[in-house]
């Protein structure tokens, strides 16, 4: 018979060093897919595990840093 929950593999397992780097990058600022590259771990790894500890990611950017070449820089219009 099969258990009714499942063991994670060690590789995937969070330290509590990375969870706290996990809130540090929230609380900066960083967007999901920025955090996800330094932690090395999937975007939905990264919103579960944020989840899972109460971590705000609605801080996080929804658009490109500022000081990306390739970003689009925000529209302005003149107030008439």
């Known amino acids: 018979m099969r258990s009714s929950f499942f063991l994670p593999s060690p590789g995937n397992l969070?330290?509590?060093?990375?969870?706290?780097?996990?809130?540090r990058?929230?609380?900066?600022?960083l967007s999901v897919k920025e955090i996800a590259a330094a932690l090395?771990?999937?975007e939905s790894a990264v919103r579960n595990?944020?989840?899972m500890q109460g971590?705000?990611?609605?801080?996080?950017?929804?658009q490109p840093q500022l000081s990306d070449p390739n970003a689009a820089s925000p529209l302005v219009l003149p107030i008439a």
């Open 14 to 23: 969070w330290s509590l060093d990375k969870i706290q780097t996990l809130r």
């Open 25 to 29: 990058l929230a609380q900066q600022g």
């Open 40 to 42: 090395h771990r999937t």
């Open 49 to 51: 595990k944020a989840v």
């Open 55 to 62: 971590i705000s990611l609605r801080s996080c950017r929804k």
